[in-house]
């Protein structure tokens, strides 16, 4: 699928592109599962990383949105959010940080950290 942009947001499949720090404001008032992934086109980290990640995470965690900053192109956010490398990901349940990984993480290690806050906070009781 090709992705279509516009002047400050895209979508593409499930991943959203935020590039103002309003509509990432935004995306946190307005979801209670959020991941912000920070990268940058130079980064083949990120870009190996990435689809894994998104693809774990979207399994596991449906309700869960993922927004990816550009941090080449929005140096504003990724200082806003304290992000000074790359690979970062920050886990955000109704609009409080919970977890911060940077560099050098597993794919399963972010899951496995989500795995019980997510299942207490929005999975619904029987």
Do not use: W
């Not at 995306?27 to 990640?53: E, G, I, Q, R, T």
């Not at 399994?59 to 504003?76: G, W």
Request: proline share 6%; hydrophobic share 45%.
């Amino acid at each position: 699928m090709q992705c279509n942009r516009t002047l400050i947001f895209f979508l593409c499949d499930t991943i959203a592109f935020m590039q103002t720090l309003q509509t990432i404001q935004q995306a946190l008032n307005d979801h209670d599962a959020l991941m912000l992934y920070f990268s940058a086109p130079m980064c083949n980290v990120c870009h190996a990383l990435k689809p894994k990640l998104i693809e774990a995470i979207s399994a596991e965690f449906p309700t869960f949105v993922i927004e990816s900053i550009d941090i080449s192109e929005t140096p504003e956010i990724s200082s806003h959010f304290s992000v000074f490398t790359i690979p970062t990901v920050l886990i955000y349940f109704q609009g409080r940080e919970f977890l911060r990984k940077s560099r050098h993480m597993s794919v399963g290690e972010v899951v496995e950290s989500i795995r019980r806050p997510y299942n207490i906070m929005l999975t619904p009781s029987e």
